[in-house]
């Protein structure tokens, strides 16, 4: 066979695929659309029934991902399948609600990130100065939800959002996990000669020995946020910022050195917090504040209701009361949702021992 009869076979044969791709695509769009149009057909029977509906439902969203990963033979991953429902899913939430969220900003923040894993492209935003402003988006209801961080797999829990469930009344609604990859970027190629490293002081932390072997003699400064490192470093040819991906394109920076974290498995934990009770869905975690009486064995009379009724508690955390000193509060976290009847049974007991005993949340766990 001479080279232009293959050659011409190739075309044909790629010719043949590109149609089957085309016929294809053109399924999806019309399946995509006969999607949407039930989407809003779900709208106008909840709004028939309260005129006040909310259309945001974690759990259904977290029954939809899940199944769609067990029906997943490939070759897309799982983690694939995950975003493009993500999306599909938000998209057709868009024409049923027009939603805001707050995160802690500003744009090029990983909680930027996380809301658009969690919510999809399709939401609108509110970058917010701080995490107590957050909440007092969402309580003065300006926006319907928030996303705040709330625990590093290596550097730990952000007291800043514990504390704030000690005075809002806000719930957990949900909540998600990001794979963190954090990123060296600067003006300009030569990222050795640079004099400061501005970062957020968890980020400096996450890239400590990286930061130790390639550039000892360097200025670490930790700023409000990886988003603000990354303005500053676009003032000064000086500089360089750790932080998102996204972040490099808004300030106008190169990206000089990926995915420079120690830990290759670093991830962080967001909670999506609200006003709603958010119904089970078959794979959930319950977040609880509970103050204990200062006696002896206090902890262990707080933990043994857990125990007695085989509820696994998967953190615990204490942060002082700042009501009477050296009185604490602890803010645990139990597989299950609590209207199961080993929690709700658990919870009974444990308020026959604590001095108080709130739910923070029961909401689906982060599928990735």
């Avoid at 085309?22 to 005129?51: F, S, W, Y």
């Avoid at 799982?78 to 969220?101: G, K, P, V, Y």
């Avoid at 658009?116 to 957050?134: C, E, M, N, R, Y």
């Avoid at 934990?269 to 959930?284: E, K, M, T, Y």
């Amino acid at each position: 066979m001479s080279d232009s009869t293959k050659t011409s076979a190739v075309n044909a044969g790629l010719a043949a695929l590109r149609e089957r791709i085309d016929a294809i695509d053109t399924q999806i769009l019309g399946m995509l659309n006969e999607r949407a149009r039930c989407a809003e057909e779900v709208a106008h029977t909840k709004l028939a029934e309260d005129p006040n509906a909310k259309f945001y439902r974690p759990e259904r969203e977290a029954q939809i991902l899940t199944r769609m990963q067990s029906l997943n033979e490939g070759p897309l991953r799982d983690e694939q399948i995950t975003h493009l429902f993500r999306e599909i899913i938000a998209s057709c939430l868009a024409l049923e609600e027009s939603m805001r969220i707050a995160y802690l900003g500003p744009e090029g923040t990983f909680t930027q990130e996380a809301t658009f894993k969690h919510f999809g492209q399709a939401v609108g935003t509110l970058p917010v100065d701080s995490i107590p402003q957050v909440f007092r988006e969402v309580e003065a209801g300006r926006v319907r939800y928030g996303v705040v961080p709330i625990e590093n797999s290596t550097e730990g829990v952000i007291t800043h959002t514990l504390d704030m469930f000690v005075q809002s009344s806000l719930r957990i609604c949900g909540e998600i996990s990001l794979r963190i990859h954090q990123n060296l970027m600067c003006r300009h190629d030569n990222w050795q000669s640079v004099k400061k490293v501005y970062s957020h002081a968890q980020s400096l932390a996450q890239c400590r020995y990286w930061l130790d072997k390639n550039l000892p003699n360097v200025e670490r400064i930790p700023v409000s946020s990886n988003a603000e490192a990354a303005r500053l470093a676009s003032l000064d040819d000086g500089v360089a910022a750790i932080g998102s991906r996204q972040a490099a394109p808004i300030y106008g920076l190169q990206i000089v050195q990926d995915s420079i974290e120690d830990n290759p498995n670093n991830t962080t934990r967001f909670l999506v917090i609200g006003d709603q009770a958010v119904s089970p869905s078959g794979n959930d975690r319950t977040s609880l504040l509970v103050s204990t009486r200062n006696r002896p064995g206090s902890l262990y009379h707080l933990l043994k209701p857990l125990a007695e009724n085989g509820v696994d508690m998967t953190r615990i955390e204490s942060r002082p009361s700042r009501t009477t000193n050296w009185e604490y509060l602890f803010f645990l976290d139990v597989s299950g949702h609590v209207q199961e009847p080993s929690i709700s049974q658990a919870l009974e007991a444990l308020r026959n021992e604590a001095e108080v005993v709130r739910v923070l949340g029961s909401y689906p766990v982060a599928i990735m």
